[in-house]
């Protein structure tokens, strides 16, 4: 009872990392070679990761400054043009985990948005710019630059084809 | 008296930008120290899947090249969630070890489009059909956006 209760207490993801722990802790006594190896592997990837998060952290301040769900909804316009638009910098822009937009989605799609829209929306919150650099560092500016464009391009691609498939479907 | 007015108004004008700063400020630091954990996890967990299965292991499915590789890629990250950055570490080390960066992509957008694990959730607030044709065509999209990424990135 204690035990489940001390379980709950525990942030969820903490658990994730206590549980690799636990299995780097084994491998110290089964395989010290490979606990050695494995270690040294982490510091590696870590000290790539770590000065890039710096700019993460001060982009996502950046972008939670400039751009409030209110902020962008309020530049909704009726124009189908604005909309395309809308979906695409609003999903770019949006902050936080996907399902936390799909209350504002399905509300959207009552008012002025159909299927593909809310599709775009959703395809272009894969675009991170807070993200980039840590992207730029591992794949280079012009691999960067290119698949974010695509990326773009693609999820208007998507809203079409999803307009087309979602034909006849009730909300 | 208008002139005291409005440094008034700039002073509460102020407050409202620097209170709106230490606000993002926060949520950003919130956001980050959520991923932290998660993070090194995943930073840990690559490290260890990389140093106890050889190479020799997976890389034939993934280097192949062909269908396999790039289905298998997109697979894998379709079902794997959390933060963007875990998948450039993933890819990134792949591509080390000698995996195509066609394959590095697939499983990079897919991680970011596809989205298996919160299916039931969009499936339930969106609708069935929404969730499942919207998931399967950004699967099939993966694909499309891998290839004119690497065309174009060896293009220009």
Not at chain 1, 94 to 116: E, H, I, N, Q, T
Not at chain 2, 2 to 7: E, T, V
Not at chain 2, 61 to 84: K, R
Request: aromatic letters at 12%; glycine letters at 6%; charged letters at 15%.
């Amino acid at each position: 009872m204690a035990k489940k209760s001390f379980l709950k207490a525990i942030p969820s993801q903490w658990n994730f990392l206590i549980i690799v722990i636990a299995i780097y802790a084994v491998l110290y006594f089964v395989d010290y070679h490979s606990f050695i190896l494995a270690f040294r592997k982490t510091i590696a990837i870590l000290k790539e990761v770590l000065p890039t998060l710096a700019l993460v952290f001060v982009l996502l301040a950046v972008s939670n400054y400039l751009f409030s769900s209110k902020k962008i909804l309020s530049y909704l316009k009726d124009s189908l043009f604005t909309k395309w638009l809308f979906a695409i910098l609003g999903g770019i822009l949006s902050s936080g985990p996907v399902y936390m937009w799909y209350p504002m989605m399905a509300d959207l799609r009552r008012k002025f948005f159909d299927d593909g829209l809310v599709a775009c929306f959703l395809y272009n919150r894969s675009v991170k710019l807070p993200l980039l650099p840590v992207m730029v560092v591992y794949f280079g500016a012009k691999y960067a630059i290119i698949l974010l464009f695509v990326t773009i391009i693609t999820s208007i691609l998507q809203g079409l084809i999803i307009n087309k498939l979602m034909i006849g479907e009730k909300k | 008296m208008s002139k005291m007015q409005n440094s008034s108004g700039e002073g509460r004008l102020k407050d409202l930008l620097k209170k709106s700063l230490l606000n993002s400020l926060k949520k950003s630091a919130i956001s980050l120290y959520s991923t932290l954990p998660l993070l090194l996890a995943t930073v840990l967990l690559i490290a260890l899947v990389f140093t106890l299965v050889p190479p020799d292991l997976y890389s034939p499915i993934l280097e192949s090249g062909g269908f396999v590789g790039a289905f298998s890629a997109g697979l894998i990250g379709s079902l794997l969630a959390g933060s963007p950055i875990i998948s450039y570490i993933v890819a990134g080390e792949l591509i080390k070890n000698g995996v195509s960066l066609f394959i590095a992509t697939v499983f990079i957008v897919a991680w970011v489009t596809v989205g298996v694990v919160q299916i039931p959730a969009e499936a339930m607030i969106l609708g069935k059909r929404f969730a499942l044709v919207r998931n399967v065509t950004a699967f099939l999209l993966t694909f499309v956006i891998a290839a004119l990424t690497v065309f174009l990135n060896n293009l220009i």
